[in-house]
């Protein structure tokens, strides 16, 4: 017990002062930012606003080329992909012997290997 004593109060000494400001340090008021300056700063996973013009024109939609099919795997826009793989915001949902089927949420397209000359 006296060595405990004795090592609170060596602590106490050596460090005394260093533990005094430390609290002033906790009692006097920081600056701070104000909530005016908080409430003007961009939210930086908050998308901004889309505002859309009435004279511009929508995006054209997005154009599918299916080059080849193979081994269960189809050749579309120069990438190989598989059923399930995403292309242009579609998901292929079937490989055949001549058609893939894409999906989204608002359309469904199938698309076609076309022979050249015909």
Not at 8 to 29: Q, R
Not at 38 to 56: G, H, M, R, W
Not at 74 to 93: P, T
Not at 94 to 109: Q, W
Request: charge should be positive; hydrophobic fraction near 40%.
């Amino acid at each position: 017990m006296r060595f405990f004593t004795l090592a609170v109060f060596v602590c106490t000494y050596l460090f005394g002062s260093d533990v005094d400001a430390m609290i002033k340090n906790i009692m006097y008021p920081k600056n701070t930012v104000d909530n005016s300056k908080i409430a003007s700063l961009y939210d930086s996973f908050e998308k901004p606003p889309v505002v859309v013009d009435a004279n511009t024109t929508p995006p054209p939609p997005p154009k599918f080329h299916l080059q080849a099919i193979l081994d269960g795997n189809a050749l579309i826009n120069d990438k190989w992909l598989k059923i399930g793989d995403r292309v242009n915001g579609y998901k292929i949902s079937h490989i055949g012997e001549k058609t893939v089927i894409i999906d989204n949420a608002k359309e469904h397209k199938t698309l076609h290997i076309f022979k050249v000359g015909k």
